[in-house]
């Protein structure tokens, strides 16, 4: 897995420090895959264990590994490939086609019925999506409540019932953290409503109701970053007002 990935996995437990640190890794790549430890250290100010503490959040062994990451990534064909731009736009298409196919009363009669509705995000991207989610849809007379941190997961599982209702936004599904939030909103007769992107991921099977998209990862730039398109997450939402305000004039 690339770093970029763990680092959007495991992004609940970096601290100001780790993004400090990971974004000086963005920048220097190809000098980091030659830096000692207590180099690296020197360059961001910081002591070499605060780095060690920071490939570990990854899932790394230590900072020996990530250092094979860094020069794995680096070996790869950097050349974009033309084609992917219109591989994009077919995602978006048929994310709209779907949409548009749908019928949503089951996820409405979920928002009308429940006593309230919550939203959480598994990573910066989602955070955005879920606030952009809940601006959206109180021009629908509807207040979602969104969750900030993992903090607030474990404090919420105390006063929630069988009548909410929980909008989990996940790009692949299979978010660790996330999924075991997920199983525990199920044991206290939580409905779940799922946004991911389409495939038999963990996270649809568990929810009651699962919405997905259609997108996929591009290798982009002289590092190869992994870029996946999240516009459908902010496509999605817009429909999802759409079609609700549809709904209740019916």
Not at 32 to 38: K, W
Not at 143 to 167: A, H, M, N, P, W
Not at 195 to 211: F, K, M, R
């Amino acid at each position: 897995m690339r770093l970029e990935s763990l680092i959007e996995e495991n992004y609940e437990k970096l601290n100001e420090n780790d993004l400090y640190i990971w974004n000086y890794i963005l920048h220097h790549k190809k000098e980091c895959q030659t830096m000692s430890i207590q180099e690296l250290a020197s360059k961001c100010n910081i002591s070499h264990t605060t780095i060690l503490r920071f490939t570990q959040k990854l899932g790394l062994q230590g900072y020996s590994e990530m250092k094979i990451h860094l020069k794995w990534e680096h070996k790869k064909n950097n050349q974009f490939n033309n084609k992917e731009i219109e591989n994009i736009y077919k995602d978006i298409e048929k994310t709209i086609e779907v949409m548009k196919q749908r019928d949503f009363s089951d996820v409405f009669e979920l928002f009308d019925n429940a006593n309230r509705i919550y939203i959480y995000g598994s990573g910066s991207v989602q955070k955005n999506a879920a606030e952009d989610l809940k601006r959206s849809m109180i021009f629908g007379n509807k207040l979602f409540y969104v969750l900030e941190g993992r903090e607030e997961t474990k404090i919420i599982l105390d006063v929630l019932s069988s009548k909410d209702v929980f909008l989990l936004i996940s790009l692949s599904g299979n978010n660790v953290f996330m999924n075991e939030f997920a199983i525990k909103l199920k044991q206290k007769g939580v409905k779940i409503i799922s946004i991911t992107q389409v495939g038999n991921n963990e996270l649809a099977s568990i929810s009651d109701i699962s919405l997905q998209f259609y997108t996929h990862s591009v290798l982009v730039g002289q590092n190869q970053i992994e870029f996946c398109s999240t516009t459908q997450f902010f496509l999605v939402n817009q429909i999802l007002l759409l079609k609700y305000l549809e709904y209740n004039c019916n």
